[in-house]
């Protein structure tokens, strides 16, 4: 049989019960670092939402981390397109529940977040996409190509102006931890 002709095996697709488990922590963070703490579960819904109406039809191009990882990507801007189209009103940031952290631990989270945000302030959309992916969420700068419909050399591009200027903010942040404690 010539090669034009030659049977392709269908991709065995998991279930949902097994891409929700195996993914639903990366669809949180990834929608925790795009949207509005308010509009993560949200975002995290009508993701496995979208992964539910379309598994039956994941034709196996990618993995199934990236393919999950390209729907919360979308769902997440969309969602952040539909929120700048709506007038502001004020949400609190503070409506999670669980046991309460230290006071030290909270300062810690304070400080990192603050160092995080500023360093992602600082970038293009096109480099933040690429950081989070790899470096919050693990993906290989190949997978995170495919997430973002690039190739891998423009990631790696991204990445490293990404990491220049989160190491910058770090160093930023040590400086000014020195300075007070040198004058406080």
Do not use: C
Not at 154 to 164: D, Q
């Amino acid at each position: 049989m010539s090669e034009a002709h030659a049977i392709v095996e269908p991709v065995a697709v998991p279930t949902f019960d097994d891409v929700y488990a195996a993914h639903v922590d990366a669809v949180y963070r990834y929608a925790s670092n795009r949207v509005p703490a308010a509009s993560v579960d949200d975002v995290v819904q009508e993701t496995f939402l979208v992964v539910h109406r379309r598994l039956a039809s994941f034709a196996g191009r990618s993995s199934v981390r990236t393919w999950v990882i390209g729907i919360v990507r979308n769902v997440a801007r969309d969602h952040l397109r539909a929120l700048a189209r709506r007038p502001s009103t004020a949400l609190d940031e503070d409506q999670q529940a669980g046991t309460d952290p230290s006071p030290a631990d909270l300062i810690d989270r304070k400080h990192a977040v603050a160092v995080l945000d500023e360093a992602l302030a600082r970038m293009t959309d096109d480099q933040k996409e690429a950081f989070l992916l790899v470096e919050v969420e693990q993906l290989t700068s190949r997978e995170a190509a495919e997430v973002l419909e690039t190739n891998d050399n423009t990631v790696r591009t991204r990445l490293r102006a990404a990491r220049a200027l989160f190491a910058a903010a770090v160093t930023r942040f040590r400086a000014r931890q020195r300075w007070g404690a040198d004058h406080g």
